[in-house]
């Protein structure tokens, strides 16, 4: 079993930035690749980015290419979504998720999942 839980949500303007962070405990932190995901009200919940149990790689959805980096700190166990000039259609509950497969944004391949961390832009 893997134990998620997020911090770093809350409340900032459009333009601004925030770092989520996901601290995993349980089994062994580097056998999975991590992934974050969210989900607006009313929809449907989409992959935002995902890192690769060796940290090498990562893979971004394009809406978020060039505005959110993924990174992972083994050490700490730690998975981190830095978001950078945030929109206000960024506005969701933003899960990390833990998977045992290599790197993927296919929410159904996902393990283990975080209780999730509200994030909301203002216009």
């Known amino acids: 079993q893997v134990q998620l839980i997020e911090s770093g949500g809350g409340l900032v303007q459009a333009g601004g930035s925030l770092r989520l962070s996901c601290v995993a405990s349980?089994?062994?932190?580097?056998?999975?690749?991590m992934g974050w995901f969210r989900q607006a009200p009313g929809k449907e919940r989409e992959f935002v980015a995902a890192?690769?149990?060796?940290?090498?790689?990562?893979y971004y959805a394009d809406f978020v290419k060039g505005r959110f980096t993924i990174s992972a700190d083994n050490a700490k166990n730690t998975v981190y979504l830095l978001m950078n000039n945030l929109k206000p259609e960024d506005t969701a509950v933003y899960y990390c998720a833990a998977d045992l497969s290599p790197i993927t944004g296919r929410a159904y391949e996902y393990d283990y999942w975080g209780q999730g961390t509200q994030v909301t832009v203002s216009s």
């Open positions: 349980g089994r062994t932190f580097s056998r999975y690749s």
């Open positions: 890192i690769s149990r060796s940290g090498t790689s990562t």
